[in-house]
């Protein structure tokens, strides 16, 4: 049975960064899973050190169930992943997220404080484990190059293999991530906060963010 897929966005207003006194060079830096996923194709035995810190501008510092920033592919809180371990993902891991969140006394000196509620780093990777470019239609898909060199469609055709029992995936001929019907009715029946949703290829950005039209 064919099914419907959309784009799922995280919005900005709960954002942050790596603190300023994060050690990059530690040896579970974000760094180093990466390597070991493009090396191994495979998630590494390590738990990453995992840091992320809210922005104090009003603008950005809600506390969402979804955080914008720089944790792949999706920083999450518990209730997320309560919600998508009854769906079909990806092969994936969840490594716990140390989130810092901004206090101001007197409306001046500022800390910052670790919120007790548990964070996780949604980690999946579609490049190097699991990779979608056998369900991928090439000969029907028309392929360029962007100005950087990276490979474009405004169109990918997908072959009958495609397996639409999946509720969560990426290809590496768009930048957007897609979720099914089945879990974006689940997302927001439970009021799940920081997310919102578009039809394929209906977004268009000024920045070049390939959003191609996918066609089973």
């Known amino acids: 049975?064919?099914?419907?897929?959309?784009?799922?966005?995280?919005?900005?207003?709960?954002?942050?960064?790596?603190?300023?006194?994060?050690?990059?060079?530690?040896?579970?830096?974000?760094?180093?899973?990466?390597?070991?996923?493009?090396?191994?194709?495979?998630?590494?035995s390590f738990t990453p050190n995992l840091e992320l810190e809210i922005y104090d501008d009003s603008e950005f510092n809600k506390i969402n169930d979804f955080i914008f920033?720089?944790?792949?592919?999706?920083c999450i809180s518990e209730k997320v992943k309560r919600i998508l371990n009854t769906f079909n993902l990806p092969k994936h891991r969840y490594y716990p997220v140390k989130v810092l969140e901004p206090r101001k006394y007197l409306g001046i000196f500022k800390t910052k404080k670790e919120i007790k509620n548990p964070y996780y780093a949604f980690c999946y990777d579609s490049f190097h484990i699991s990779n979608l470019d056998n369900c991928i239609d090439f000969d029907r898909t028309s392929i360029t190059k962007d100005s950087m060199g990276i490979d474009k469609s405004d169109e990918v055709f997908f072959k009958n293999n495609f397996d639409h029992s999946l509720d969560l995936f990426e290809i590496r001929l768009s930048w957007m991530t897609y979720v099914s019907?089945?879990?974006?009715?689940?997302?927001?029946?439970?009021?799940?906060?920081?997310?919102?949703?578009?039809?394929?290829?209906e977004r268009k950005y000024m920045v070049d963010r390939p959003n191609p039209k996918l066609i089973w």
């Open 1 to 44: 049975m064919m099914t419907k897929y959309y784009v799922i966005h995280v919005k900005d207003e709960s954002a942050g960064e790596y603190p300023d006194s994060y050690d990059w060079d530690n040896p579970y830096a974000p760094s180093k899973l990466r390597k070991y996923i493009r090396d191994h194709k495979e998630f590494p």
């Open 69 to 74: 920033g720089p944790i792949k592919t999706f």
């Open 181 to 201: 019907e089945r879990l974006k009715e689940s997302l927001i029946k439970e009021e799940v906060t920081g997310i919102e949703f578009s039809e394929i290829n």
